[in-house]
């Protein structure tokens, strides 16, 4: 298959993630979740204490360097958020994060985390919750924490609309060992979720070794977010 090719089918899947929703006449496509539940199954995950109320298809990258012990490790990761909550409880949903990963590793080397997301900016209306990166601790001005950021789309120009998640539970993956954790966070700062549950990902583990002072290396991830609780 040609790259374009690739490029497109993905992008495509991308467009029908966010766009399988109920036509209505809201400027942004997001439905209610206060009834759904996370699924967790196969984890010893603690069950949330508030109603979901975001959520997002995370599509990028885990960033591992080398130590000087020959073992990658993380440093941070870069991914957009892609709203699919109209999705949830839809024929299919299960198969989601299959379905993305499998056309994110086809997607040609040339497309990156960042380029995913100057992509993401073209649909119109918009369908990109935000974005998630690391950011020094806020707290404690040393080490890094997951950042969820909505302050340029969900919530464009409300500087409140992120959260800072300080990691309570780690559980490996129920999927398999080249997925990466499931996670269970709480907002270190930030008021757009109260919890934060990494689900349901696909990919993203570093190789077992590498070579001491070899670069950092993009292994790329999808995965699916759920905010629950907040100010928003
Ligand atoms: C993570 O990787 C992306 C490329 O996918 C890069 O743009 C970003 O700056 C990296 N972040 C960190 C903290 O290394
Ligand atoms: C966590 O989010 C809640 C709900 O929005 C907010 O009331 C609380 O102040 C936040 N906690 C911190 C430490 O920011």
């Known amino acids: 298959m040609v790259p374009t090719l690739k490029s497109a089918m993905?992008?495509?899947?991308?467009?029908?993630?966010?766009f399988a929703a109920p036509a209505n006449d809201q400027p942004v496509l997001r439905c209610d979740l206060s009834s759904a539940v996370i699924d967790t199954t196969g984890t010893t995950l603690p069950a949330p204490?508030?109603?979901?109320?975001?959520?997002?298809?995370?599509?990028?990258?885990q960033n591992y360097t080398c130590t000087s012990a020959g073992v990658f490790t993380n440093v941070g990761a870069l991914a957009e958020l892609f709203d699919i909550s109209c999705l949830f409880g839809e024929p299919g949903f299960d198969d989601i994060a299959i379905i993305a990963f499998d056309l994110w590793s086809l997607a040609p080397p040339g497309l990156s985390a960042p380029e995913v997301i100057s992509l993401g900016e073209k649909f119109d209306?918009?369908?990109?919750?935000?974005?998630?990166?690391?950011?020094?601790?806020?707290?404690?001005?040393?080490?890094l924490n997951p950042k969820w950021d909505f302050t340029s789309h969900a919530f464009a120009g409300n500087p409140?609309?992120?959260?800072?998640?300080?990691?309570?539970?780690?559980?490996?993956?129920?999927?398999?060992?080249?997925?990466?954790?499931w996670l269970y966070l709480t907002?270190?700062?930030?008021?757009?979720?109260?919890?934060?549950?990494?689900?349901?990902?696909?990919?993203?583990?570093?190789?077992?070794?590498?070579?001491?002072?070899?670069k950092?290396?993009?292994?790329?991830?999808?995965?699916?977010?759920w905010f629950t609780g907040g100010a928003f």
């Open 10 to 18: 993905f992008l495509a899947f991308l467009a029908y993630a966010s």
């Open 160 to 181: 409140e609309a992120f959260v800072v998640g300080s990691k309570i539970d780690d559980v490996a993956a129920p999927t398999g060992a080249s997925d990466i954790d």
């Open 216 to 225: 950092e290396i993009f292994v790329k991830y999808t995965s699916l977010y």
């Open 187 to 214: 907002n270190l700062t930030g008021s757009l979720a109260n919890e934060i549950y990494r689900v349901d990902t696909r990919g993203g583990q570093a190789p077992a070794s590498c070579v001491p002072g070899s």
């Open 49 to 61: 204490k508030f109603s979901p109320k975001f959520l997002g298809l995370g599509v990028g990258t």
């Open 125 to 143: 209306p918009p369908v990109i919750l935000g974005e998630h990166y690391f950011v020094v601790n806020p707290v404690t001005g040393s080490g």
